[in-house]
C-alpha cells in the first residue's frame, strides 16, 4: 500500500518516498513532536495479521532501540494506525556503499576506513548480544561527511518466510524454515554456510559477512555469485572467492583477515569481530619489521593462538620478539578483548558453584562444561577435556589451579562428594579429603581453604588429610567464597543470611577473619564473592556487575567508593550460592562468563518456554517470583512470591483474562500444587507457628483449611497430588535430612513412601494416572518407583526436580544448567529412554535445597519458567562464551587509581 505525501501516522507525517526492500517500503517522514526527519518503513501485512510474530517483533524492536552507537542507524519506535504497522528509524543521507561500489574498486585507504566503522558497530552491538544477520553493502549507508552508518541491524530476524526474487545481489533478505535448525537468514551473496545449510546463527556469520563486504570494496566484485539465488548458496557452501582479484596494494595483514573471516568452517573463522577489527587498527605496524608499533608492543596471548597465515607475519612476530628482549624498560600492555566460544555441543554445568578459573600466569583457563573438565591454553585454537574428571554421577565443580599451574583441585559427587587433585595434562585424580560440594575454593601455597556454607571454612594440605576449621559460623549464616589473604593471617570471604537467594548474596556482607586472634571485621556490605587483587583492589559482584574498590591490605579497610568493572557477569544460578562466575589472574588478565546485567532486587518474570527455548514472559509485574505450578486445565498458573519478609500465593489467568490476584494471606505461604481437580491449591504455611500443609479454593472463596500437623521441628513441603483426588505426596524435612510421605484424604493419615530418604531435600510426583512416582533425592538422581512403593526402583536420569508431562510419557529434571527430557513407556513393563537435553534459555534454576522453578503446560510444548527482569528471547544466541581481557589491570588501574 502506497502512502501519500500528507499522511499522519501518530506523530510522524509522510514526506516523500525513499524506496522500496525487502522490509517493505520506505519514506522520509517527519516527526512532530521532536521536529526532526526520520526514515519509516511500512512493514508486510503478515506483522499485523499474524498476532505472535507482530509481538514478536515488538519484542525486537525494542532490543534494537536500545543500540546507541554512532555507526548504527537508530530506531525511533513503532506506529501502527489503520491495521498498517510503521518502524521509525533515523534518516541517514549519503549514498549505500552498494552505490559507491557499483563506481568501482574503493581505494585501500577509503576501504579500510570504511570497514573499521562496520567492525565498530558490529561490535557494539555483538555486546548487546545482538546479530546483524543481514550485513550487505546496501545496508551500509556512507554520510558527506565520512560517516558510516549501518542500517537495519537485527530486523533479519523477522522477515517474510518466502523470497520474492531469485536475484542474489538485490533479492529481499531470505528467510527459509528448516526442521529443528532455525532459520537461513541472510541475503545470498552475503550469507554465511551455516546460515546456507539451515544451522543456528551467531555472531561469527556476521563476521563472514564483514569478510564478503571488504573484500567487495576492495575489489569491485562479490566474493560469491551465481545466476541465480541457488547458484549463489552453493558458491557460499562449496566455492570459493577468486582470490587473484584482490588488487597487488592489499597488504598481507588484510589478505589474512580476509582469508579467516572466509573460513567456511565457523571454528576455523574468527570467532569474534574484534579480533580483525584490532588487527586492521594495529595490523600493518604488527607486520612490518621497520614499525615502530613492531618493537613497543608485545603481541599478545590470542595472537600467539592463531596460525601463521603468511611469511610476513611471522617474520614480523621474530622481529617484535628481538626487539622486545632489547628494550630497557617495557612499555605499557595493550588491553585486548577477545571472547572463548565453547564448543558446539559444549553447555556449562553445576553453575551454582564456579564454572572456570585461570592460571596464575594467566596462560590456561579451565571450565565445567557437560559435566567434566576442560583447558584450554590461551595459545591454541580448541580446549581439551581433562581425561580423568569424568563419570562422576552429579558431575564436578569448583576447578581451581595450583600455584604453578600444573595441577587443578575440584569437587566431585555424588554427594558427599571429596575434593579431588589432579594433572592439568589428565590422568588419575587423587582425592584430598571428603566434602560437600564446597562454598568456593582457593589454593594459597600447599594449602587449600573452602567454604562449606553454614559449616564454615575449612583448611587442608594440597598433599591430602584432614579438614581443620578455621571459620565457625553462627545459626542462620552462610560463609561463601574463603581466600587466603597475603601473609596468610587472615581469610577474606563473603557472609549471607542463612537463606540462599539472589537477594540475600546482594545484601550480604564481605569479611576479614585474623586467623590468629579470630577478630572479624566488616569491610564492605552489600555484596558478595569478593576477591583480592595484586593491584590492591577488591573486586565483588552485586546482581550481574562486578565492582572493584581500593583495599588497603595494612588496614584491611577499603578506600574510597566501588566503580563496576564488569557489566553484565553470570551469577550462580537461582542465587543458590554467592558464586561470580569471573577470575583473575597474576599477571592481570581477567576471564568471565557474560551474563544479564539485572540486580535480584527488580524482582524477575513468569514466562512460558517452548522447546526451542523460546521464552514469551507473562503480563504480570516484575516481582521475586518462585515454584510456578499449571493448574490441570492449563488455564491458570499458581506461583508464589518471596521478598524475604512476606511469602505468598498467586493466581494468574493465561485463559484470556491475564490477571493476577493474590490468594494466601498472612504467614509465609510458600510451594503451591494443585489438586487434581483443579478446585484448590495446596502450599506450606506457618500461619499457626509450625511449617505445616493447608489448601484453599483456587477462586479465592472460603478461607484456608490446615491438613499436615508437623512433629516438633520438622517441615512438610506439599509435593504431587495423586489422580484420583484422595491422596498427595509430600516431604518431611528436619534440619538437613528429609523423608517422602504419602497423605490419604479421606484416612487423614500420612505414611512413609517406600524407603524414599536422603541426606537433603527431595522433590517428587505422581505420573498421571497415579501408578507411578518419580522423585529426586538431593542431587543423587532421578528415579521412578511404582506407586504403592513394591521395591523396584528405576533410575532415568541425573540431575534435580523431575516431574512428568500431563500424557504421562516423558519426565523432565534439571540437571545442573541444563534442562532433560526422558521418554518414558509403563506398559507392559517401564523403561526409558536416554536423557534428550532441551533449550533452557535464562530460565532460574532453584538448587538441591529448594522446590522446582519449571511446570509444563498441558499440551507438553510449553513449560511455565521464572526468568530474570530484562530476560529477551536468546534462544537463538550465540554458544556459550567466555570472556578474555588480557592486560586487564592496565584499565582497573586506570579507572580506579591507587594512590
Known amino acids: 500500500m502506497a502512502l501519500q505525501p500528507g499522511a499522519r501516522f501518530g506523530v510522524y507525517e509522510i514526506v516523500a518516498p525513499l524506496g522500496a526492500g525487502g522490509m517493505g517500503e520506505v519514506y522520509r517522514a517527519r516527526d512532530s513532536r521532536l521536529g526532526r526527519d526520520a526514515a519509516v518503513k511500512v512493514l508486510p501485512d503478515l506483522f499485523v495479521a499474524d498476532a505472535d510474530r507482530a509481538a514478536r ?41 552498494a552505490e559507491r561500489i557499483a563506481a568501482g574498486p574503493l581505494p585501500l585507504d577509503e576501504a579500510l576506513a570504511i570497514a573499521r566503522q562496520i567492525g565498530q558497530a558490529l561490535e557494539a552491538a555483538h555486546d548487546k548480544g545482538i546479530i546483524h544477520r543481514d550485513l550487505k553493502p546496501a545496508n551500509v549507508m556512507l554520510t558527506a561527511d565520512g560517516q558510516v552508518k549501518v542500517l537495519d541491524f537485527g530486523l533479519a530476524k523477522m522477515l517474510e518466510k518466502d523470497p520474492t526474487e531469485s536475484s542474489s545481489s538485490l533479492s529481499p533478505t531470505l528467510s527459509i524454515h528448516a526442521t529443528h535448525a532455525g532459520m537461513i537468514l541472510g541475503t545470498a551473496a552475503y550469507m554465511s554456510p551455516e546460515q546456507a545449510r539451515g544451522k543456528t546463527v551467531d555472531k561469527r556469520s556476521d563476521v563472514w559477512a564483514f569478510g564478503c ?15 541465480d539465488v541457488t547458484d549463489t548458496i552453493a558458491a557460499v557452501v562449496r566455492g570459493e572467492p577468486d582470490w587473484r582479484a584482490l588488487p597487488a596494494s592489499v597488504p598481507p595483514h588484510v589478505r589474512a583477515i580476509l582469508t579467516r573471516c572466509l573460513e567456511k568452517d565457523r571454528r576455523q573463522r574468527f570467532s569474534d569481530i574484534s579480533v580483525p577489527l584490532f588487527l586492521l587498527n594495529q595490523g600493518a605496524g604488527l607486520v612490518s619489521p621497520a614499525s615502530p608499533a613492531s618493537v613497543a608492543t608485545r603481541p599478545p596471548l590470542w595472537r600467539r593462538s592463531l596460525p601463521a597465515v603468511s611469511a610476513a607475519v611471522l617474520a614480523a612476530a621474530v622481529t ?6 632489547l628494550r630497557p624498560v617495557p612499555p605499557t600492555s595493550i588491553v585486548t578483548r577477545f571472547p572463548i566460544t565453547l564448543g558446539d555441543s559444549q553447555s556449562f554445568t553445576n553453575t551454582g558453584r564456579h564454572v572456570l578459573a585461570i592460571s596464575h600466569d594467566g596462560t590456561r583457563i579451565v571450565y565445567n562444561a557437560n559435566v567434566r573438565l576442560w583447558v584450554r591454553s590461551l595459545a591454541e585454537l580448541e580446549a581439551r577435556p581433562i581425561v580423568g574428571t569424568e563419570g562422576a554421577p552429579t558431575g564436578v565443580t569448583s576447578p581451581i589451579f595450583s600455584p604453578d599451574g600444573r595441577s587443578l583441585v575440584y569437587w566431585a559427587g555424588p554427594m558427599p562428594g571429596s575434593l579431588k587433585r589432579i594433572a592439568v595434562t589428565g590422568g588419575a585424580a587423587s582425592t584430598i579429603c571428603p566434602a560437600d560440594n564446597p562454598w568456593g575454593m582457593d589454593w594459597h601455597d600447599d594449602e587449600i581453604v573452602f567454604g562449606e556454607g553454614a559449616k564454615g571454612i575449612f583448611r587442608v594440605s594440597a598433599n591430602g588429610g584432614t579438614p581443620e576449621a578455621i571459620v565457625t559460623v553462627k545459626a542462620g549464616e552462610l560463609a561463601y567464597g574463603p581466600q587466603l589473604l597475603p601473609g596468610g593471617d587472615a581469610v577474606l570471604f563473603t557472609l549471607a543470611p542463612g537463606i540462599a537467594t539472589p537477594d540475600a548474596w546482594d545484601k550480604a556482607q564481605v569479611v576479614v577473619q585474623s586467623l590468629r586472634t579470630g577478630e572479624r571485621k566488616v569491610v564492605l556490605s552489600n555484596g558478595a564473592d569478593a576477591r583480592y587483587l595484586p593491584t590492591g583492589h577488591l573486586m565483588y559482584a552485586v546482581g550481574g556487575v562486578a565492582f572493584a574498590v581500593r583495599f588497603d591490605l595494612r588496614r584491611r579497610a577499603v578506600v574510597g567508593g566501588p566503580v563496576p568493572v564488569i557489566e553484565g557477569v553470570s551469577r550462580a544460578s537461582g542465587g543458590s550460592t554467592g558464586a561470580a562466575q569471573f577470575s583473575v589472574a597474576e599477571n592481570g588478565s581477567l576471564v568471565y562468563v557474560p551474563g544479564p546485567v539485572v540486580t535480584s532486587t527488580t524482582g524477575n518474570h513468569v514466562a512460558l518456554m517452548d522447546r526451542e ?93 490446615r491438613i499436615t500437623k508437623p512433629a516438633a521441628g520438622v517441615a512438610h513441603v506439599p509435593q504431587s497430588w495423586a489422580s484420583d483426588g484422595k491422596k498427595f505426596l509430600f516431604t518431611a524435612a528436619k534440619g538437613n535430612d528429609s523423608t517422602l510421605w504419602t497423605y490419604s484424604l479421606p484416612d487423614k493419615q500420612a505414611t512413609r513412601y517406600g524407603d524414599v530418604a536422603t541426606a537433603g531435600f527431595i522433590t517428587a510426583t505422581f505420573s498421571p494416572d497415579g501408578r507411578w512416582v518419580a522423585y529426586g533425592p538431593n542431587i543423587d538422581g532421578v528415579f521412578v518407583q511404582p506407586f504403592p512403593a513394591t521395591g523396584a526402583k528405576y533410575q532415568v536420569a541425573n540431575g534435580l526436580h523431575p516431574f512428568w508431562s500431563a500424557d504421562g510419557t516423558e519426565i523432565f529434571s534439571v540437571p545442573r544448567g541444563r534442562f532433560h527430557a526422558v521418554k518414558i513407556t509403563t506398559r507392559p513393563t517401564f523403561g526409558f529412554a536416554p536423557p534428550v537435553e532441551l533449550p533452557r534459555n535464562r530460565s532460574i534454576e532453584r538448587g538441591p535445597a529448594f522446590e522446582r522453578n519449571i511446570d509444563a503446560m498441558p499440551d507438553g510444548k510449553r513449560f511455565v519458567v521464572i526468568v530474570p527482569a530484562g530476560t529477551t528471547d536468546t534462544a537463538g544466541a550465540a554458544a556459550p562464551q567466555i570472556q578474555v581481557v588480557e592486560h586487564w589491570f592496565e584499565e582497573l588501574k586506570a579507572r580506579v587509581p591507587v594512590k
Open 57 to 97: 517483533f515488538q519484542r525486537e524492536a525494542q532490543l534494537l532501540a536500545a543500540l546507541n552507537h554512532p555507526n548504527i542507524a537508530g530506531i525511533y519506535g513503532l506506529e501502527e494506525h489503520d491495521g498498517i504497522r510503521l518502524l521509525a528509524m533515523e534518516l541517514v543521507e549519503g549514498e549505500s556503499l
Open 213 to 227: 563486504v571488504l573484500f567487495e570494496m576492495l575489489t569491485g566484485k562479490r566474493a560469491f555469485e551465481g545466476e
Open 320 to 325: 617484535s620478539a628481538v626487539a622486545w628482549s
Open 613 to 705: 527455548g523460546h521464552v514469551e514472559t507473562l503480563k504480570m509485574p516484575e516481582a521475586p517470583y518462585e515454584y510456578p505450578r499449571v493448574s490441570p486445565d492449563g488455564t491458570l498458573i499458581a506461583v508464589g512470591t518471596d521478598d524475604g519478609k512476606a511469602a505468598d500465593i498467586w493466581i494468574y489467568d493465561v485463559s484470556g483474562a491475564n490477571s493476577r490476584r493474590q490468594l494466601t494471606f498472612g504467614g509465609r505461604n510458600r510451594v503451591p500444587v494443585w489438586t487434581s481437580d483443579g478446585e484448590r491449591v495446596a502450599f506450606q504455611s506457618d500461619r499457626e507457628g509450625d511449617q505445616a500443609i493447608f489448601w484453599q479454593r483456587a477462586d479465592g472463596s472460603g478461607t484456608a483449611e
